[in-house]
């Protein structure tokens, strides 16, 4: 059988009310593309009828690849497991089921991939998002690109044209706190950007948690940056001295002002305040290297297949 050129990998997580408008626009993408194509949907452990709905079409069209995880493990490692077994020869593309990230867009994409590009990432030109997470969203890109250790795209999320050998070295990489648009940059090779109008969910609600959102930007920071771990090194020397300093002010009252140094209430809770804060927030940031090592060295499998259908057959793992 010939493989597709081109794999499109869509995690999905309770999405049956996209799910019919996600398939008729890939269907007329397949029907009018001159590229070879694949579907990869990856069920992130759905608890609507999400796989359902899976499963009929796959069986009904070959060129759906359907990927069933035995559980919710989340996006990053849904995504994860979709590059794995993407049959794509040139190119795998990575888009949402929501359809914010347009899949006729693929054209484009390989039109510049074709130019040399081994990654063709899209950027949020305009977003539908509140002003206040559009402001937190364009501080944040913005902060990991000044803190990293490496060049970070700017407004870009997932979405993106990724070549063969850049999925097979990011398939090599066995990070447990995956932030696949971070380990993109970290490869490296040719990257171009191709700016966009982020639409509306075509139906449905986000699955995105604030507190989802909070647990990607934190492996953003903490895992391609040194300056968390240094800055606390650097506040440690910021507290001693402004320790040395109140200590040579009491000692200037005492001896030249001659006034008697009896301290009250106020400068003992700001002492103790201060420092104790210093060392919570110290303990937290090394914690939070400490838990990414910590799963890290368990090297327990980043997701669990439970089944696949592959060309209307179903494989079982």
């Known amino acids: 059988m010939q493989l597709p050129q081109v794999s499109i990998v869509v995690p999905l997580y309770n999405e049956e009310e996209t799910f019919p408008f996600l398939v008729e626009r890939l269907n007329k993408l397949m029907d009018e593309s001159n590229i070879s194509l694949e579907v990869v949907m990856v069920n992130d452990g759905s608890r609507d009828r999400t796989p359902e709905l899976m499963l009929a079409n796959a069986l009904n069209d070959e060129r759906y690849h359907c990927v069933f995880l035995s559980r919710n493990f989340g996006h990053q490692l849904a995504l994860t497991a979709g590059l794995s077994v993407a049959r794509g020869t040139e190119a795998l593309m990575c888009i949402d089921g929501d359809l914010q990230d347009p899949p006729e867009l693929l054209t484009e994409f390989y039109r510049i991939y074709k130019e040399g590009s081994d990654v063709v990432y899209a950027i949020r030109k305009n977003r539908k998002e509140g002003r206040v997470l559009k402001f937190m969203q364009h501080s944040y890109y913005r902060l990991v690109q000044r803190i990293s250790n490496i060049e970070m795209q700017l407004d870009s999320g997932d979405f993106a044209l990724l070549s063969r050998r850049m999925v097979d070295v ?16 970290w490869v490296g090779f040719k990257q171009t950007g191709y700016e966009y109008n982020r639409p509306e969910r075509i139906a449905g609600n986000t699955k995105y948690s604030v507190a989802m959102m909070f647990r990607i930007a934190f492996n953003g920071i903490f895992n391609f940056s040194e300056i968390p771990i240094r800055f606390i090194s650097n506040l440690g020397i910021v507290t001693i001295l402004i320790a040395l300093g109140y200590f ?8 030249v002002l001659d006034i008697p140094v009896v301290e009250g209430f106020t400068g003992l809770m700001f002492t103790i305040i201060l420092f104790s804060g210093v060392q919570l927030l110290s303990l937290g940031i090394i914690g939070e290297y400490v838990l990414r090592i910590f799963f890290q060295v368990k090297q327990r499998p980043l997701f669990v297949i439970k089944n696949r259908i592959v060309n209307k057959e179903i494989i079982e793992h």
């Open 170 to 185: 990011m398939n090599k990489m066995p990070e447990e706190s995956r932030y696949l648009r971070g380990m993109r940059s």
């Open 248 to 255: 040579v002010y009491t000692l200037f009252k005492k001896f």
